[in-house]
């Protein structure tokens, strides 16, 4: 079966949606699979049951490789079994604490944002490693995001070895068949 880059995505999201709900911040208000070769700082921050920010996973690149997890620099010899090395990128934003005039916040407020987002990043590793993913993962590095429009976060890559295809004798099988859409889905019938 075509384990399928989304759908490696997907699982991770669900995986660290779970872990951030027993951070310092909590389960954020959003948590998505992202297009693009970017997430934006959306700017907006609270949301119902006074909950914060966004998580996300996003397909950064995917390569081939014959000796996971380096993609191949070259052509491949004949015979040598080619896969997939998928960088996915886990994500979180959170709100930054700003004072009416522009001034550092208090240096509680930024000892316990800075707290929020280490608690955070070790969300993602533990989401990563208890995500049961079938495939080989190897553990990219944690960077900070923001602070901007009021955001702060941070993200995380890891690099995951997914199938390649389906033999070409064969049907693949459509995502929507191995992946559920979300309800209001433009493309669902």
């Given at each position: 079966m075509d384990t399928g880059?989304?759908?490696?995505?997907?699982?991770?999201?669900?995986?660290?949606?779970?872990?951030?709900?027993s951070t310092r911040a909590g389960a954020p208000c959003v948590s998505v699979v992202h297009p693009g070769t970017s997430t934006p700082m959306y700017?907006?921050?609270?949301?119902?049951?006074?909950a914060e920010g966004m998580a996300w996973t996003r397909v950064v690149s995917?390569?081939?490789?014959?000796?996971?997890?380096?993609?191949i620099s070259g052509v491949a010899a004949p015979g040598e079994v080619v896969q997939l090395a998928a960088v996915i990128e886990l994500g979180v934003d959170r709100c930054y604490w700003s004072t009416e005039d522009n001034s550092m916040p208090p240096i509680e407020i930024?000892?316990?944002m800075a707290r929020d987002?280490?608690?955070?990043?070790a969300a993602m590793m533990r989401a990563v490693q208890c995500a049961g993913l079938p495939q080989d993962v190897v553990l990219g590095s944690w960077m900070p995001r923001g602070p901007s429009?009021?955001?702060h976060g941070g993200t995380m890559t890891v690099t995951v070895r997914v199938d390649s295809c389906a033999p070409c004798t064969s049907v693949?099988?459509?995502?929507?068949?191995v992946v559920a859409m979300l309800p209001g889905d433009p493309r669902a019938s």
């Open positions: 880059v989304y759908q490696v995505a997907h699982t991770l999201i669900g995986a660290l949606t779970a872990a951030l709900a700017g907006w921050c609270k949301c119902e049951d006074n995917i390569a081939p490789t014959i000796r996971f997890p380096q993609p930024l000892d316990s987002i280490a608690d955070d990043a429009g009021g955001i693949m099988t459509p995502l929507d068949e």
